[in-house]
């Protein structure tokens, strides 16, 4: 289906005013003459011959510097068709086959040439071009510098990434289409869908060269991004900005900063279409699927439907085939399991031989279980009859009767014991025994006095000899005897001893103890070995000899 925008975004992106065709022209009558004149009368042939001459004679051989412009390569013939333009004019230009097969440097879009050859014209189209018969390179030109600095600082804000390039609906419900709506363009992508799969086509207008031409591109892709998910106006799935060819300024619009940004913020895949298959622009590059013409994106756009039905009708077909084949299979192995299954006599056979086996042995193990159970009844009997109440209870009033007349005897000597007991204790009671056992006694307590006593001074003795002998030991194992006989003791800044030579540096702080106090020292650097004979030591107060005068 194809759908228009509304009338005002059709009005505003209208094609230049046409002229009024509405006026008719002023005519005089046929075959009156309506002015004399005595002007030669040319035919056309003749008047484009004469320019052609005269144009020919003036300009028989020129150079001339300029850009190339819509340039397309050699033609089908091997000739090559292309213009030469600078700041304010454009010339055309054709080099024949044999001239072009010969040239060292082939012409590029873009290139700025020095083209040397003949000015004639073209009397079929009364335009007048130069025929090259040699080109030279004469620098970059203009328009190609700018397009390429673009290029490089866009790609430098990732907007060419293949990162960011979002995949294309295989089968899109609504397309819009940004394109002229009065041009070839837009009829061949209709075309193009109706016959492949037909879809609902948005078309936003715009102009596709001229000043406003960028502005109105980068304005639809932002109305397009802009619909709202269900609104009046349905959100495309897929954009399609589309172009005929033309040379480089024609499609300048679509190198456009502001239509390369417009691309890469939008949410909606677009397919850029921009011209013919040689023709690049900065859209292309940004661009989520780039196709060589307007009906190739209508192609990539949407698949074809004849070979989707097609391919449906395929798989439908081999799945009915395939569930076929599958149930017949089923069937026949479902066939095959029940024959390799025994019958059900031969199931139940062995079962019921194991039931008639289990019933005879039954019967006689019953009869067995009675006879046990019976045996272990009597048993169980004699066992109550010795555990019987009136059993029991005659067997305690015996044992009682035996405690009674045990209970009488007992207490009878225990009477008789108790007064024994009583007369020896009124004899031990007596006033005299108990005076003699006091003063025999009281001796033995004054002679354990006498011998604690000495025992004590013994002990002291050997106690205070014993620690004599180990306060000398201590004294002379102790670092102070030293000392006194005159050694010292050199002490590091933690308190530890300093054994050797080697753990001294120069520069370090000591301490020399002595018997009678320390003295705080810093160790010097050590002076050779003195060959003079030894100095007596000088002998500092106390009698302790200097360590640091004489000595080695």
Not at 122 to 142: D, H, L, N, R, T
Not at 513 to 518: C, E, L, R, W
């Amino acid at each position: 289906m194809h759908r228009t925008m509304p009338y005002r975004m059709t009005r505003a992106a209208a094609s230049p005013k046409m002229p009024d065709m509405s006026r008719k022209p002023v005519t005089g009558t046929p075959g009156t003459d309506t002015t004399a004149t005595n002007a030669q009368e040319w035919t056309v042939s003749s008047l484009s011959g004469a320019l052609k001459r005269t144009l020919e004679d003036a300009f028989g051989h020129v150079r001339v510097r300029g850009e190339i412009t819509g340039y397309r390569g050699p033609h089908s013939s091997g000739h090559a068709y292309f213009g030469i333009k600078d700041e304010g004019a454009r010339i055309d230009a054709v080099i024949w086959k044999g001239v072009f097969q010969k040239l060292r440097i082939r012409p590029e879009e873009g290139m700025e040439v020095i083209a040397t050859g003949r000015i004639t014209t073209f009397p079929g189209s009364s335009k007048y071009q130069i025929v090259v018969e040699s080109i030279e390179p004469a620098g970059v030109g203009a328009l190609m510098a700018i397009l390429e600095e673009r290029r490089r600082k866009l790609a430098a804000e990732g907007l060419f990434d293949d990162a960011r390039k979002r995949p294309i609906p295989y089968l899109p419900r609504v397309i819009g289409v940004v394109t002229s709506p009065t041009g070839a363009v837009i009829r061949d992508i209709l075309h193009r869908l109706s016959d492949r799969f037909p879809r609902h086509v948005l078309v936003w207008p715009v102009r596709v060269q001229g000043e406003t031409s960028a502005a109105e591109v980068a304005a639809a892709i932002r109305g397009f991004n802009a619909l709202p998910p269900g609104g009046p106006v349905p959100r495309p799935d897929v954009l399609i900005v589309a172009r005929g060819g033309g040379s480089l300024e024609d499609l300048w619009s679509f190198n456009e900063e502001i239509v390369v940004r417009a691309v890469a913020e939008g949410t909606i895949p677009l397919i850029a279409a921009i011209g013919h298959e040689t023709d690049w622009t900065l859209i292309d590059l940004a661009a989520d699927l780039r196709a060589p013409t307007p009906t190739g994106a209508a192609e990539k756009a949407v698949p074809v439907r004849r070979d989707l039905v097609a391919t449906l009708a395929d798989l439908s077909r081999r799945h009915h085939g395939a569930m076929s084949r599958l149930q017949d299979r089923r069937a026949s192995d479902l066939r095959a399991l029940a024959r390799a299954l025994p019958s059900g006599e031969s199931l139940l056979a062995n079962a019921r031989q194991r039931v008639d086996l289990t019933g005879g042995r039954l019967q006689h193990a019953l009869g067995l279980g009675v006879r046990r159970h019976g045996a272990r009844l009597a048993v169980a009997g004699q066992k109550l009859a010795r555990l019987s109440p009136l059993l029991l209870l005659e067997r305690a009033r015996a044992r009682w009767r035996v405690a009674a007349r045990g209970l009488d005897l007992g207490f009878s000597h225990g009477l008789e014991r108790r007064a024994a007991l009583l007369a020896r204790a009124a004899t031990r009671l007596s006033p005299q025994p108990v005076r003699l056992r006091i003063a025999d006694h009281g001796q033995r307590l004054t002679t354990a006095g006498i011998r604690l006593a000495n025992a004590c001074r013994a002990t002291l003795s050997t106690r205070r000899t014993q620690v004599d002998s180990v306060w000398k030991l201590v004294e002379s194992l102790s670092h102070k005897g030293v000392l006194a006989r005159g050694y010292a003791l050199v002490l590091d800044d933690a308190g530890h001893a300093v054994r050797a030579r080697a753990n001294v540096t120069e520069g370090m702080a000591l301490d020399v103890v002595f018997a009678d106090g320390k003295v705080r020292v810093v160790a010097g650097e050590s002076a050779p070995p003195a060959r003079a004979r030894r100095r007596k030591p000088e002998v500092q107060e106390g009698g302790q000899p200097s360590l640091f005068t004489g000595g080695d």
